[in-house]
Structure formats: structure tokens, C-alpha cells
């Protein structure tokens, strides 16, 4: 496709998404035409729709600003194709839905901007998509979902767990990916999670998870998990990963639980003789957030192509968690304070680096504005969607 015909899907795009109430206007639109011109598919869904609805529009965006990289955007599309058969969706689905698309870009975008020619490439731009995820469905023969058991369960925080699980079989992912999870507890409500250790043959896999107050299942991870839990496990997402032959060094970039897939990276790499220099900026807005420190400390003093610099907006633990502050090991990187992209953006432009950030979409966000205001290419950096 002509550049001029991707700047006009991604502009048309842009003007969807760009008031407040786009994304949620946009998604509603394609739901309500889906659901309504082909039966059978309401029942696909569960009956809360807010994240569904939220992921929808984050993936469709994702899959537009792709449109340059065609290889990257395949790929995204087949892991996106293969997570939702655990929904039952069948490559016909994919065509269906295809068409609801369509009619919700046509009513969202502005008159102004929609004409013929508009019109035709985005049902070019569909018919890809449609076609590249139906393919990638009816090809794929792994298991559309994985059976896991709790082995164990952890609170670090009172607002936070590790949890721990044994797979029935080993899940192919690769350290840095993430996968959709279904707990007992909240039946039909898919979250994703980041896996935090690397793969094993034992399945051992393990999740790092943080309550939010607006969320739907977080409380219940938390909270309500025990030992013995059966869980239903999706297919492995995402495309977080160190290029060991780029001649590169990597920078990585986590708050809160992002730190998960880059820990589970960092863990792999330990494994091996040789790695790129790694700088790992790990942040919070108190000390205790950052929950797994010591363990980085201690992969660091081992590895000395490791480089961890703690990132805290306040120096003291807060009241409700008068926990005695950790002694940072001597030779290693003493935290520093501030907010977190301005302290990365703070040692200069990274222009040579492979960079990845993980962690709450408004981190994201501003910690690429800072990196992009100094001089830092946005092809750099790496960041997973969903």
C-alpha cells in the first residue's frame, strides 16, 4: 500500500480517537454491529464489556500505526488470531467482525475527512487484517488454552501478590511475553498477565499482580487466590525481547509490576556467557513499590554487564508501610528521586540503544515523551499494547 494511503487510514484513525469519548464511541460502535448483523456472537463475550471494549480500540490502533511495518503487524495480528480462540471464535468470526470494523470506522470518523477513495483503503486495510488473523486461527495447532494450578501465593504488598503456577504442559512463550488469564473466581473475565520467569520444562510459571482500584479481577488475584486454584491460561503475546546480534546495548525501563516481562528477560539472560551491556531503571513512587529489588540487586552483583538504578518520586516509606528502608549492596547504583522518564531522560538520549519500556499506560506515555523530547528515536523503543 502507497505511503499516501496509510497516512490517510492513520489520520482518519487519529480523528476517531481523538476526544475523550472516541475509543469508548468507536468500540460500542463496532460491538453494536457485529451483535446485531451476525447471531451467535453476543454470547462470545462476557457480560462486562469495559475492558473488552478498551483493549479493542488500544489493539486496532496498535494494528493501524503498524501499517508501515507489515511484518510486524502480521505478527501482532497471529498472536492476537490464536488468543481468541480460547473464546470459541472461528475463522468465519474474523470475516464478520471485519465488516462490523468497517461500519464503525465509517460512522466514527468525521464527514469531513470520509470520501470513496477513503473508504476503499480501509476495507483494503480490513481485508488484511481479517484475512491475516483467519489464516493464522485455522493454522495454528497448539491447545487454544493451557489448564494451570496455584502452587503458591504471596503477598508482598498488601495490595500485591506474586503468584506461582504449574502448567498441565509447558506454554511456548519467550521471556517478555505475556498471556490472558481466567481465574475460578472471576469466570469469563480474561486478564492479561506478564509471565516473570523465563520458560521451563516443568511449566513453572509465574505472575506478578497489583490490585487496582477500578479493576474487575485484580482484587480477586490479590485477595481471593489460594494454593490448589485451577486456572485457564491463553496463548503467549507480545513481542518483548533483547536482539543479542544487534551489536546494541539495552536499556529497559519498568514501574510497579512492568517489571515483570524485563525480569523474566534479565533472569534469561543470567543464564548465558555473553550478554549486551543492560541498564534496567526500575521505579515507584516510594521505596517499598519496589517490591522485587533485591532480587535484581543480587542477579547485578553477579553480572556485571547489569546495571540497576532505582527510581522513587518519595525517599521514605509511607506511614501505612513503615517498613525499614533496604541498604543498597556496595557497587551498585543508589536510587535516585524524581519521576521515572525524566530521570532516564536525564543521561542523555539512548540514541544507541535498544530500549524497552513496561508498566501503566500513562507511565508509558510519558516516559516516551521524555525520551522523544531528548533526542531518543521513537524506532527504538519497544513496547508491548496490551
Avoid at 528521586?337 to 508498566?359: N, P
Amino acid at each position: 500500500m502507497e505511503a499516501f494511503a496509510i497516512a490517510r487510514v492513520q489520520l482518519s484513525f487519529a480523528s476517531i480517537t481523538a476526544t475523550p469519548t472516541g475509543p469508548e464511541r468507536f468500540a460500542t460502535a463496532f460491538y453494536t454491529a457485529l451483535w446485531s448483523e451476525t447471531s451467535g456472537t453476543r454470547e462470545l463475550f462476557p457480560a462486562g464489556m469495559e475492558n473488552m471494549r478498551q483493549r479493542f480500540t488500544t489493539a486496532v490502533g496498535w494494528a493501524v500505526d503498524k501499517l508501515t511495518d507489515v511484518d510486524g503487524l502480521d505478527a501482532f495480528l497471529g498472536q492476537l488470531a490464536r488468543d481468541h480462540r480460547k473464546y470459541g471464535v472461528r475463522p468465519e468470526h474474523f470475516r464478520a467482525a471485519g465488516h462490523a470494523l468497517l461500519v464503525a470506522v465509517r460512522e466514527c470518523t468525521p464527514l469531513i475527512l470520509w470520501t470513496a477513495a477513503l473508504e476503499r483503503t480501509w476495507a483494503e486495510v480490513i481485508s488484511h487484517f481479517t484475512e491475516t488473523m483467519a489464516v493464522a486461527a485455522a493454522e495454528d495447532d497448539l491447545p487454544a488454552a493451557w489448564g494451570a494450578t496455584v502452587v503458591g501465593h504471596e503477598r508482598v504488598l498488601a495490595d500485591l501478590a506474586i503468584i506461582r503456577l504449574e502448567t498441565d504442559t509447558p506454554i511456548p512463550y519467550h521471556a517478555g511475553q505475556y498471556m490472558s488469564v481466567q481465574i475460578p473466581q472471576r469466570p469469563q473475565m480474561w486478564r492479561y498477565l506478564s509471565a516473570a520467569i523465563p520458560p521451563n520444562p516443568q511449566g513453572q510459571i509465574e505472575f506478578h499482580v497489583r490490585r487496582v482500584s477500578t479493576g474487575w479481577v485484580s482484587g480477586g488475584l490479590v485477595s481471593e487466590v489460594v494454593v490448589g486454584d485451577r486456572w485457564t491460561i491463553g496463548p503467549p503475546l507480545g513481542g518483548l525481547q533483547v536482539d543479542q546480534d544487534s551489536g546494541q546495548d539495552v536499556l529497559m525501563i519498568a514501574s510497579g509490576t512492568g517489571l515483570a516481562p524485563l525480569r523474566a528477560q534479565i533472569m534469561e539472560m543470567a543464564m548465558r556467557g555473553t550478554n549486551p551491556r543492560t541498564h534496567l531503571f526500575y521505579g515507584g513512587n516510594y521505596p517499598c513499590d519496589l517490591y522485587d529489588l533485591e532480587t535484581l540487586w543480587q542477579i547485578a552483583m553477579t553480572n556485571p554487564w547489569l546495571t540497576i538504578t532505582p527510581v522513587t518520586e518519595e525517599l521514605e516509606n509511607p506511614y501505612w508501610h513503615p517498613v525499614p528502608l533496604r541498604e543498597t549492596p556496595r557497587g551498585l547504583q543508589e536510587p535516585i528521586q524524581g519521576k521515572l522518564g525524566k530521570v532516564v531522560a536525564s543521561f542523555g538520549s539512548w540514541s544507541d540503544h535498544q530500549i524497552q519500556i513496561a508498566g501503566s499506560p500513562s507511565m508509558i506515555r510519558t516516559t516516551l515523551y521524555a525520551l522523544s523530547a531528548g533526542g531518543t528515536p521513537r524506532q527504538n523503543i519497544s513496547f508491548d499494547p496490551l
